[in-house]
């Protein structure tokens, strides 16, 4: 199967969110930044029924597994990979996580989708009342947008700060600054988009479109100047250039679930992506298929001492 007809099963079987992970651009990006990639396909009667891009990753002393993001998607079996400790996948059918274990979420199992078919004036409306506000507010200080931003050096001390504040962590400055580089034509873009007040980046996003979606995949804002609600015109005159260019749907990547405890690590974010109104969107999650049992659970131990350092 070529690039074109990959992109497009992806496109017209792949989820609601997140199938630029497995597109065929993604899987190029993968390989540039050292990763080992192969592209799995599922034939019937002559057919493509299904595809896996799978990420072949070592796990020192025990051998290696395969982690297939946001996938397999379409008709998929888990055949074929006795030679890997265990398979990580993200799929959408059900019958795919039969006899396997929920691992720790890589990628968002709960996202917040909004939808850009309507009029400006109905997107807005569709808003919280305080959304609507803060953009005001940033319009009103004169806060400046530019969704075509080249410097990354300027923004990545934003970045640092985001990830100190939030208590996650940050890939190495040279993985972003490929990544924009890398995706500047094809069917997969990413671009950086920032906001500025007084000549400085106040706010910055990491943006890829694939298809009729927009993703927001990274982001960051200042310590500082935050009564300036510079995020939320970024994020509106995104969700305009978005709209403008024909996509259809702005995919805020992750949100808390329903229901969780307001001292979630993303109930903040949370609640600022979900007053751009839109929609729910609940996946099964990140899940092991186990094909090594005693190698498998020497590595969850290792695991869970590394994540609690």
Not at 17 to 33: D, M, N, P, T, Y
Not at 41 to 61: H, S
Not at 135 to 159: M, N, P, S
């Amino acid at each position: 199967m070529h690039q074109t007809s990959w992109n497009q099963f992806v496109l017209q079987h792949g989820p609601a969110s997140g199938r630029f992970l497995q597109s065929w651009e993604w899987g190029e990006f993968q390989k540039a930044v050292g990763e080992s990639v192969r592209r799995e396909e599922i034939n019937e009667a002559g057919e493509v029924v299904g595809v896996a891009q799978w990420l072949d990753r070592k796990l020192p002393m025990f051998g290696t597994y395969a982690f297939c993001p946001k996938g397999p998607i379409g008709k998929n079996s888990l055949e074929g990979h006795g030679q890997q400790v265990f398979l990580r996948i993200e799929p959408e059918d059900k019958i795919l996580i039969q006899q396997t274990q929920k691992s720790i979420d890589v990628n968002p199992a709960h996202t917040f989708i909004s939808h850009l078919s309507a009029e400006e004036d109905v997107l807005l409306a569709n808003m919280h009342q305080k959304t609507r506000y803060n953009i005001r507010v940033a319009k009103k200080h004169g806060v400046e947008i530019d969704l075509c931003a080249r410097d990354f050096d300027q923004v990545w001390r934003l970045f640092e700060q985001t990830s100190s504040r939030g208590q996650f962590r940050l890939h190495a400055k040279p993985y972003y600054q490929k990544m924009i580089a890398f995706f500047q034509e094809g069917a997969c873009q990413a671009f950086l988009a920032t906001a500025s007040h007084g000549g400085k980046v106040i706010a910055a996003t990491i943006m890829i479109d694939f298809g009729d979606t927009r993703t927001y995949l990274h982001g960051a804002s200042s310590n500082e100047d935050r009564n300036l609600m510079g995020p939320y015109l970024l994020h509106w005159e995104l969700m305009r250039q978005a709209k403008e260019k024909g996509l259809s749907h702005y995919d805020w990547w992750g949100v808390a679930p329903q229901g969780a405890p307001p001292d979630h690590p993303w109930a903040g974010i949370s609640r600022f992506k979900r007053g751009f109104g839109g929609e729910e969107v609940g996946t099964l999650g990140t899940h092991d298929k186990v094909l090594k049992r005693v190698s498998y659970y020497v590595y969850q131990l290792a695991r869970r001492v590394r994540r609690s350092l």
